[in-house]
């Protein structure tokens, strides 16, 4: 059984866990299925905006997407978070991901 399909089966017991669903979301961007990448995301940040890394991950498909204007707002959302956690970790990959994008 690969990665997509143990994780699948771990959600059916824990359809909410932000964590597999991360995990699936990743993989889903290593077979280039970016689609299913976001959406997992945004059910995972509608869901539990706390969940920081999820940001990253959304900016960075988004800007591959072409889809600036959009990777901006997820990134100036996730600083907020994690700066609302005191996560500075976090905060400064977000901050230094915006800052590559528009400058």
């Known amino acids: 059984m ?3 399909e143990k994780l699948k089966e771990f959600l059916k017991a824990s359809p909410t866990d932000s964590f597999l669903q991360h995990a699936l979301a990743l993989e ?18 509608n869901r ?3 969940y920081i890394g999820s ?3 959304l900016g960075k ?24 956690a005191g996560d500075n970790h976090a905060f400064g990959e977000l901050r230094g991901a915006l800052e590559e994008l528009i400058f």
Do not use: C, T
């Not at 889903?28 to 940040?45: H, M, P, S, V, W």
């Open 28 to 45: 889903y961007i290593k077979l280039g299925n970016d689609e299913e990448a976001k959406q997992l995301f945004g059910e995972i940040l």
């Open 61 to 84: 498909l988004l800007e591959r997407n072409k889809n600036e204007e959009g990777a901006v707002k997820v990134y100036e959302k996730g600083m907020e978070e994690a700066r609302k």
């Open 2 to 4: 690969d990665r997509i």
């Open 55 to 57: 940001y990253y991950h």
């Open 48 to 50: 539990e905006p706390g």
